[in-house]
C-alpha cells in the first residue's frame, strides 16, 4: 500500500487554467503538508495542516489554495496558472511529536504552456 | 531563522569508495536534523534522523551520520557506495515536532565505474 499518494503524477496544461493535485495518506498521520520544488531542485514548505487546520501558510500566491476535507486528506488548488508555477509538487504527512518524520509522496510535476 | 547550506552541488564517487556528504545549520535552539534520499522522478525518502542521544547516528542503506554541535554540522557519509546510491541527497532542519523543515539545496551524487 502506498503511504501517501498523489494524482495526477504528471499535469500538462495552459496558461490561465485552474488545476488541482490530488493527496491522500493512509498512515494515520495528523498534518500534511505541500512543497514545491522548483527546476534547480530546491524544496521549500507552502502549507502545513494539522487536522485539517492551516497551520503553516508561507509566502504563496493566493491563486493557491489547499483544502483538507479531512486528517488523510490535503487537496492543492491552483487558479489563473502562470509559467512561474511549473514545477514538482510534493505532498507529505507526518505525526507531530517527538522523534516524527515526514513522508513524502511521489510528487506531481505541473508543466503550464 | 533556521537555514540549512550543503556547500556541494554536485559530487561524483568511484563506486567502491567512500563518501561524506556536507551540511553545516543555522539554528537557535537543539535542532532535529534529517538527511533524505530523491533517486530520479521520485518523492524524498528519509535516510536518518538525528534528535538527541548518540550524535553518530545509523540510517538505511549503509549511510551514517555525525552531529557535531560545536561545527553545526550533520554530515552524512557511507564507507562503500554503490551504483544504486545514484541520487541527490538533501539535509533538512526543523523545530520540535518538524512542522517546517527548511531543506538544503541538495547535492547531486554520481557514481562511475
Known amino acids: 500500500d502506498t503511504a501517501v499518494s498523489q494524482t495526477p503524477k504528471y499535469l500538462v496544461t495552459q496558461m490561465g487554467n485552474d488545476k488541482s493535485i490530488k493527496c491522500e495518506q493512509n498512515l494515520g498521520h495528523d498534518t500534511m503538508y505541500w512543497y514545491k520544488q522548483d527546476s534547480k531542485k530546491f524544496l521549500k514548505i507552502m502549507f502545513s495542516?494539522?487536522?485539517?487546520?492551516?497551520?503553516i501558510n508561507e509566502t504563496v500566491p493566493n491563486r493557491f489554495s489547499p483544502k483538507s476535507p479531512d486528517k488523510a486528506h490535503l487537496n492543492l488548488h491552483i487558479n489563473s496558472l502562470e509559467l512561474g508555477d511549473s514545477a514538482v509538487y510534493f505532498c507529505a504527512s507526518s505525526q507531530v511529536g517527538h522523534g516524527s518524520e515526514q513522508y513524502f509522496g511521489p510528487g506531481t510535476r505541473l508543466t503550464v504552456t | 531563522a533556521q537555514s540549512v547550506t550543503q556547500p556541494d552541488i554536485h559530487i561524483t564517487v568511484s563506486e567502491g569508495a567512500s563518501l561524506e556528504l556536507r551540511c553545516n545549520y543555522s539554528y537557535g535552539a537543539t535542532p532535529y536534523l534529517f538527511w533524505y534520499v530523491q533517486s530520479p522522478g521520485q518523492g524524498l525518502q528519509l535516510l536518518l534522523k538525528y534528535f538527541s542521544g548518540d550524535t553518530l547516528v545509523q540510517g538505511i542503506k549503509g549511510f551514517e551520520a555525525e552531529f557535531k554541535r560545536s561545527q553545526s554540522s550533520f554530515n552524512l557519509r557511507k564507507p562503500s557506495v554503490h551504483w544504486s546510491d545514484a541520487a541527490e541527497y538533501f539535509c533538512?532542519?526543523?523545530?520540535?515536532?518538524?512542522?517546517?523543515?527548511?531543506f538544503g539545496t541538495g547535492t547531486r551524487l554520481t557514481i562511475i565505474p
Open positions: 533538512a532542519v526543523g523545530p520540535f515536532g518538524n512542522e517546517k523543515l527548511t
Open positions: 495542516y494539522n487536522n485539517k487546520e492551516l497551520i
